[in-house]
């Protein structure tokens, strides 16, 4: 009985094959055609992104640009060559469309937080304050520009680790960008004890200063009393260097001004306490 069934049910299924043949060999190819259409689609979002990389390194596009760019065209290329391949097996793309569009609003809605970042980064791109390999402070944090990405900035610290800032956060707060000008000034006080005479102290810092071929005299220097403080008058130094010596020129003039003073006999004062005690 349940051959006689097995038998029946084979050749129900061998009619109805061979009624709709023609359905079943359109299915067929409009599956195989789909898949075709990712295989292309896919390597052709790949090469497109790759030669856009290319072509903007060649043109020497600053490294975050050529990142922000070639990522965006190839994901951009897969929606479409998804979209593509859905309607090569009969699904209706504008019903797609529509319903992407209403998922995208409540998407949109729900994830606002990531659409601000991902605006934020075509404002950056776009704008540019800061490039790959410049030193800049975002949102608090300081450090070399590694990339910027559609959502996020990446930043190497100066004991090499590695930091994450959302672009909506950059944008919101304060950008420094400590390499974008070629010269760079450093400022240091200098205390010393109240018994010191102004203007010999004067000369004897103009002296360290001059001493460094790595100052730059032309764009000036400064060396004024800046503060009365209650156990020290406090001078400031200001002078001007390349932004690439800014940190050797800082830590040697630091280490030749305490040099000096000491060859002086030029005292740096720290904070004391008087105490009186009244029978």
């Keep these: 009985m349940v051959e006689v069934k097995t038998f029946s049910a084979i050749r129900q299924f061998n009619s109805w094959v061979v ?3 023609s359905t079943i060999a359109q299915g067929v190819i409009n599956i195989i055609g789909a898949l075709i259409i990712l295989c292309i689609g896919f390597f052709v979002a790949r090469m497109a992104a790759a030669g856009l990389r290319r072509l903007l390194t060649a043109r020497k596009v600053d490294k975050t640009v050529i990142q922000f760019c070639s990522t965006l065209l190839r994901y951009t290329l897969l929606a479409f060559t998804v979209i593509a391949a859905l309607g090569r097996i009969g699904v209706e793309t504008s019903s797609i469309i529509a319903v992407v569009g209403a998922a995208g609003l409540a998407i949109g809605l729900s994830l606002q937080g990531s659409l601000a970042n991902f605006a934020a980064g075509i404002l950056l791109v776009s704008l540019r304050p800061f490039r790959a390999g410049e030193y800049v402070d975002l949102a608090g944090v300081a450090g070399t520009v590694e990339e910027v990405h559609i959502f996020s900035t990446t930043l190497r610290m ?12 950059v944008i919101a707060g304060n950008i ?15 205390g010393v004890s109240y018994s010191t ?5 004067k000369k004897i810092l103009n002296k360290v200063v001059t001493a460094d071929k790595r100052i730059l005299q032309e764009l000036g220097v400064t060396i004024r009393l800046n503060e009365m403080a209650g156990s020290s008058l406090n001078y400031v130094v200001r002078v001007w260097t390349l932004n690439k010596n800014y940190w050797d020129v800082y830590f040697d003039l630091m280490e030749a001004i305490k040099d000096t003073l000491d060859e002086h006999q030029i005292s740096i004062p720290f904070p004391q306490l008087d105490i009186h005690l009244y029978k």
Excluded at 158 to 167: A, E, H, M, R
Excluded at 197 to 201: K, S, V
Aim: no cysteine.
């Design 176 to 190: 420094i960008n400590f390499s974008r000008q070629q010269h760079r000034r450093v400022d240091i006080t200098v």
């Design 158 to 169: 100066s004991d090499n680790k590695i930091v994450i800032v959302p672009n909506g956060k």
């Design 19 to 21: 009624q709709n043949e």
């Design 197 to 201: 005479d102004i203007n010999n102290i």
